[in-house]
């Protein structure tokens, strides 16, 4: 088998970071693509299998939730890029793309399912979400970036231009986030259709805007229009960016995670893992809008402040805390304290932007890099039976931790339709992309 690119380039001996790149290399091999590929190809109902226990056993229902579909996919295309003489990522990209075309994609109404069952019965009331479709455009956009399938480039066009034109805000800008299935905005729990519950699958509040929506269209429209060369998608793009720095985000670090239409913010703990995956996005994008110097600015406005507040004693980051507000008030504590896999992945990347600008504080960072990886490897990888925990497994609390002395606790799943590979493959991509100096420093994509 073929070994990572970069893994004896001199150049990345050289590097101040070399023993951390070999390192990356070893995880991504081992405790990504080793454990999800081939495992999760579904060859007989086509698609990708999603839930696996802690010992990657098939566990669970396997519906096929849009989410986890096409990062899987993209994933798929990006290790294509990554390995070009190993065809079997091609094909597992391409495996994903003819299920989302032939099955997720509404051939009647248009636009992609949030959620079908394992043999492609639409689930949810068939409803569409922002979320999800965010992610189809783009990895549409890297499968046909990796392959050149212009069944790729045409599914991402199609996919933009149908919910571009029904959930778009005309008068505030930005995206609505839940659709029925025709394309109807749902604003209130009277119009959720049957089948579907009566909550928005991502946001807290049913019509509420949020960074969650919003950062992933602002990650897919950087990378797809650069790809396809879209004009609707460049604007889109600009206009999003505009949001982040107007609504989004404060010239204090502040992200926020709830909005109304008119982008006025709604009062909630800051949400960690979204602020680091914010700095990498507008990092990412300033190259490609007008606004461009003031996105990096801001990000790492944003760096500094989540970095001081989302620290954890003992390492990592906590997945949420309300800012300026006690631990504690009235007994109810207001830090999440659980290290969520996720979350860990995006402070790498972010961490690898800070130490590798040319900043005076850039020293402190490599530091503080070098310290979160090696919590990374010792407290979320499992060491026993392979892949990435998706939370720590000492954060779980006394009944968890019961649970994992019995050795296969549901917390400690390797898999579901919210856990796929996505966050690690980009994650160590967009940080080996960043330490190895003779690559192009650009987190956002394996290949320019």
């Known amino acids: 088998m073929a070994s990572i690119p970069g893994s004896t380039d001199p150049d990345a001996l050289g590097s101040p970071f070399h023993d951390v790149v070999a390192s990356i290399h070893e995880t991504l091999r081992r405790h990504v693509i080793d454990v999800w590929f081939p495992r999760c190809i579904d060859r007989e109902r086509g698609g990708y299998d999603c839930d696996f226990d802690r010992r990657w056993r098939r566990r669970g229902p396997q519906h ?3 989410e986890f579909q096409v990062r899987q996919m993209r994933s798929a295309a990006r290790l294509a890029m990554l390995f070009p003489h190993e065809d079997r990522f091609h094909e597992f990209a ?9 099955v997720m994609w509404d051939g009647q109404q248009g636009g992609c399912y949030a959620l079908v069952a394992a043999d492609g019965t639409p689930l949810a009331g068939g409803t569409k979400h922002a ?11 890297v499968v046909f970036q990796a392959t050149g399938d212009s069944d790729a480039r045409a599914l991402s066009e199609e996919a933009f231009e149908w919910f571009d034109a029904r959930a778009h805000d005309d008068e505030h800008g930005g995206y609505h986030g839940w659709l029925t299935r025709a394309g109807r905005v749902i604003r209130s729990a009277d119009e959720v ?12 509040a049913i019509g509420m805007r949020d960074i969650n929506v919003h950062g992933d269209w602002l990650e897919s429209l950087n990378e797809s229009v650069a790809i396809l060369n879209h004009r609707g998608l460049a604007d889109r793009l600009q206009e999003i960016a505009e949001i982040f720095l ?18 006025s913010p709604l009062p ?3 949400r960690f893992g979204h602020s680091f995956q914010t700095i990498e996005r507008m990092f990412s994008a300033a190259p490609a809008v007008s606004q461009g110097h003031r996105l990096r600015e801001r990000a790492f406005v944003i760096g500094e402040h989540a970095f001081r507040h989302g620290a954890r004693n003992g390492g990592g980051y906590v997945f949420f805390r309300a800012i300026h507000a006690p631990e504690f008030l009235e007994g109810v504590r207001l830090v999440g304290r659980r290290r969520v896999w996720w979350v860990q992945l995006a402070a790498l990347n972010a961490l690898a932007i800070f130490a590798t600008e040319r900043r005076d504080d850039r ?4 530091e503080i890099l070098r310290r979160h990886w090696r919590f990374i490897q010792d407290r979320l990888i499992d060491s026993e039976y392979g892949g990435f925990h998706p939370v720590v497994p000492r954060d779980l609390g006394r009944r968890g931790r019961l649970r994992r002395t019995m050795g296969n606790p549901p917390e ?4 579901t339709v919210w856990k796929d590979s996505s966050h690690e493959v980009d994650s160590l991509l967009g940080t080996l992309k960043l330490l190895k100096p003779s690559l192009p420093a650009s987190p956002a994509t394996v290949s320019s």
């Open 268 to 270: 909630q703990p800051e």
């Open 94 to 102: 391409l495996h994903g793309l003819r299920y989302l075309r032939d």
């Open 64 to 66: 096929r939730m849009l």
């Open 412 to 415: 400690l799943a390797k898999g």
């Open 193 to 204: 259709p049957a089948g579907a519950d009566a909550v928005d699958p991502i946001a807290d």
């Open 363 to 366: 020293e402190g960072y490599e």
């Open 131 to 141: 979320h999800g479709t965010a992610y189809a455009v783009q990895a549409c956009a």
């Open 246 to 263: 107007r609504h989004i985000t404060t010239p204090h670090g502040d992200v926020f995670y709830g909005l109304r239409d008119d982008w």
